[in-house]
T-cell receptor, first 112, second 114 residues
Framework: KQEVTQIPAALSVPEGENLVLNCSFT??????LQWFRQDPGKGLTSLLL?????REQTSGRLNASLDKSSGRSTLYIAASQPGDSATYLC???????????FGAGTTVTVRA | SAVISQKPSRDICQRGTSLTIQCQVD?????MFWYRQQPGQSLTLIAT?????????ESGFVIDKFPISRPNLTFSTLTVSNMSPEDSSIYLC???????????FGPGTRLTVL
């Protein structure tokens, strides 16, 4: 069974600092990995999708890397802003199924 | 991408009653999923609802408690039956696109059971 771990569980930084969020998974036989953002009491917004054959994806200030063999992905958020405060979830889709396995999330607070 | 709406956005219900949550998508999709997110927890898949077939439930979830309908390719409902305070959660529907390559989520329904 796929286990997805996100470290740290919570992170507080001053505005302008770069954020580094980690996601690890136990089974490297994945189809893709998605990073989501969730605001309190709300649904999930898809941020980045990385296919298993890719090493990274970028969107604006966001960059996600994937090292499938070591079971790791990292989400970088450059020059953080208070509006980046949210919980960030990573989810892994296995190569032989469509069901996502979620990590517990990292709750980010960016202080003005 | 897909635009997904859910109704209601939130509700407060009494123990023993049932609530039906609606999920509407702006395009036809084959795969729809229902998730539960209990307070402070991550997402847990309840069931997969594909049009034209019975929903497939994950371990720990049963049809009598969480009946699902999928009448067409743009709509699904999840009913939470005989509710107890332990059912207080955010319930989210999601859809898979392009062979399930990517999933998109609705805004969620925040349920509180007293």
């Amino acid at each position: 069974k796929q286990e997805v771990t996100q470290i740290p569980a919570a992170l507080s930084v001053p505005e302008g600092e770069n954020l580094v969020l980690n996601c690890s998974f136990t089974d490297s036989a994945i189809y893709n990995l998605q990073w989501f953002r969730q605001d309190p009491g709300k649904g999930l917004t898809s941020l980045l999708l990385i296919q298993s054959s890719q090493r990274e994806q970028t969107s604006g200030r966001l960059n996600a890397s994937l090292d499938k063999s070591s079971g790791r992905s990292t989400l970088y958020i450059a020059a953080s802003q208070p509006g980046d405060s949210a919980t960030y979830l990573c989810a892994v889709r296995p190569s032989d199924d469509y069901k996502l396995s979620f990590g517990a999330g990292t709750t980010v607070t960016v202080r003005a | 991408s897909a635009v997904i709406s859910q109704k209601p956005s939130r509700d407060i219900c009494q123990r023993g009653t049932s609530l039906t949550i609606q999920c509407q998508v702006d395009s036809q999709v084959t795969m729809m999923f229902w998730y539960r997110q209990q307070p402070g927890q991550s997402l847990t898949l309840i069931a997969t609802a594909n049009q034209g077939s019975e929903a497939t439930y994950e371990s720990g979830f049963v049809i009598d408690k969480f009946p699902i309908s999928r009448p067409n390719l743009t709509f699904s409902t999840l009913t939470v039956s005989n509710m107890s305070p332990e059912d207080s959660s955010i319930y989210l529907c999601s859809v898979g696109t392009s062979g399930g390559h990517q999933q998109f989520f609705g805004p969620g329904t925040r349920l509180t059971v007293l």
